[in-house]
């Protein structure tokens, strides 16, 4: 599923192009302004809500499903942003290719991609600022090249964290080659930091006093995030999740992650691209700009993955729907029939089973 899932990546980044540049023909070339969301009444400042004690009122569940990809596709790099009229007909021709009954002759291949995104949930919209990429820096909306470090790492793929061992292909010996969604410890979505993916794509925030809680739908994953200004953990304790610390910068909520395990990486579909080791900081804020949108942004730094910062924004809707419990653990049949897959491979073609290393 994760090598199908990285081929269906690549393949809508080729169709965001493709959808896009037919777009143009028929929009016209006029680029929207770059700005952040409006309230409904532009030009006029819009003030958030305010809980009980004071705070900004974040509260609610909010959805983040896009169609807009992580990066700019290389052949937009002039283009910032789309207009409306762009943002429109992109989007329909990616729902358009979303419902195609890609079925073949690879009856595995089928299986895997499940024929058609039926079962995803990915997003139908151009959302927010109706950017051609999250990325916002670089100005090329491109995440920045790898250090000579990270790419020794992808070099090496037995010398690297388990976390990566899968998607480099080949049977998997145990529960430990397994992605860390797979085994349903982090969710594939969830980060820190968030980032849209296949399905799931929705969180819920609670606030209280002095904390805030950051609930993701995926794995049922869940951040309390300390405001009384507390140091964070000692260096040599390490989390899933990493050790966050929040504090309010006007209407922003601002939540810093360090500690990370290089045990995870916060994003599947950037496991290829170096991952993030234990060094990478997190800065991630949370700004409500309208009644109906919450605007996420984050910036990584990590100077052994990537050669400098990169900072993405993803604009959430706010959503009426009910988030359910992702229950995981329970009856993991996935995990269970990968190993018993690779182990009736290893018996047809009369080869021993795996050796754990």
Excluded at 14 to 33: D, E, K, R, Y
Excluded at 81 to 93: N, W
Excluded at 241 to 248: H, I, T
């Amino acid at each position: 599923m994760k090598r199908a899932r990285h081929e269906a990546l690549r393949g809508a980044a080729v169709a965001f192009v493709a959808a896009l540049l037919a777009s143009m023909s028929v929009a016209g070339q006029t680029p929207s302004p770059t700005a952040r969301p409006r309230s409904a009444a532009p030009g006029a400042p819009w003030t958030p809500p305010r809980t009980a004690n004071g705070q900004p009122d974040l509260q609610g569940i909010w959805t983040f499903a896009t169609v807009t990809p992580l990066e700019r596709p290389r052949e937009l790099a002039d283009k910032e942003t789309l207009t409306e009229e762009e943002a429109v007909a992109y989007a329909k021709r990616q729902v358009e290719l979303q419902n195609k009954d890609n079925r073949s002759r690879a009856a595995a291949l089928d299986v895997e991609t499940a024929y058609n995104d039926f079962w995803w949930d990915s997003g139908t919209k151009v959302i927010g600022t109706r950017r051609t990429s999250l990325v916002i820096d670089p100005p090329d909306g491109r995440i920045p090249a790898l250090t000579a470090e990270a790419q020794a790492r992808i070099k090496a793929p037995r010398q690297r964290p388990v976390r990566e061992r899968v998607v480099i292909g080949g049977p998997a010996e145990g529960p430990e080659d397994l992605g860390l969604s797979e085994r349903c410890i982090i969710g594939f979505n969830s980060g820190p930091p968030i980032l849209p993916s296949a399905y799931n794509n929705n969180l819920q925030i609670f606030q209280s006093p002095g904390h805030v809680a950051i609930h993701t739908e995926m794995v049922h994953e869940a951040r309390i995030v300390p405001l009384d200004g507390r140091p964070h953990l000692p260096g040599n304790v390490r989390q899933w999740l990493g050790d966050s610390r929040g504090r309010w910068e006007g209407n922003t909520l601002v939540v810093e992650t360090t500690n990370f395990t290089d045990k995870s990486a916060f994003s599947g579909n950037l496991i290829m691209r170096g991952g993030a080791s234990e060094q990478m900081r997190l800065v991630e804020r949370f700004t409500r700009v309208s009644p109906e949108m919450l605007l996420y942004e984050f910036t990584v730094t990590d100077p052994t993955t990537w050669t400098k910062p990169w900072t993405a924004q993803v604009p959430m809707t706010r959503s009426d729907e009910k988030m359910f419990e992702y229950a995981c653990h329970e009856g993991n049949y996935g995990m269970r029939n990968l190993l018993a897959g690779a182990r009736a491979q290893e018996k047809a073609a009369g080869q021993p089973p795996a050796q754990r290393r």
